[in-house]
Nanobody, 117 residues
Framework: VQLQASGGGLVQPGGSLRLSCAASGSIFSINVMGWYRQAPGKQRELVAGISGGSTNYADSVKGRFTISRDNAGNTVYLQMNSLKPEDTAVYSC?????????????WGQGTQVTVSS
């Protein structure tokens, strides 16, 4: 299973970006999808996750970021509003599920988000 992420870029503080991550391959079901980020010199952290109808967010992004999935369930989005310089990081998507005969846990390539004036 492959994940393809897109949507990063340079944005001014207070601006918005929308990240997308599409899963492809032998997918029977996807149980959970999420976005992680890693800033220079810091550990990777979970930004937001979505499983079924439930979502969870890091405290630092609550009220500013929204995670969602498309109807088919194979694409996950991260709408990021009111961006701050401290949101600058490489953002990566993750998906875990089943191909029908085995489980998978796949990562997309990172996409750089830079928040700067």
């Amino acid at each position: 299973v492959q994940l393809q992420a897109s949507g990063g870029g340079l944005v001014q503080p207070g601006g918005s970006l929308r990240l997308s991550c599409a899963a492809s391959g032998s997918i029977f079901s996807i149980n959970v999808m999420g976005w992680y980020r890693q800033a220079p010199g810091k550990q990777r952290e979970l930004v937001a996750g979505i499983s079924g109808g439930s979502t969870n967010y890091a405290d630092s992004v609550k009220g500013r970021f929204t995670i969602s999935r498309d109807n088919a369930g194979n694409t996950v989005y991260l709408q990021m509003n009111s961006l701050k310089p401290e949101d600058t990081a490489v953002y990566s998507c993750n998906a875990a599920g089943s191909t029908g005969w085995r489980g998978f846990n796949s990562w997309g390539q990172g996409t750089q988000v830079t928040v700067s004036s």
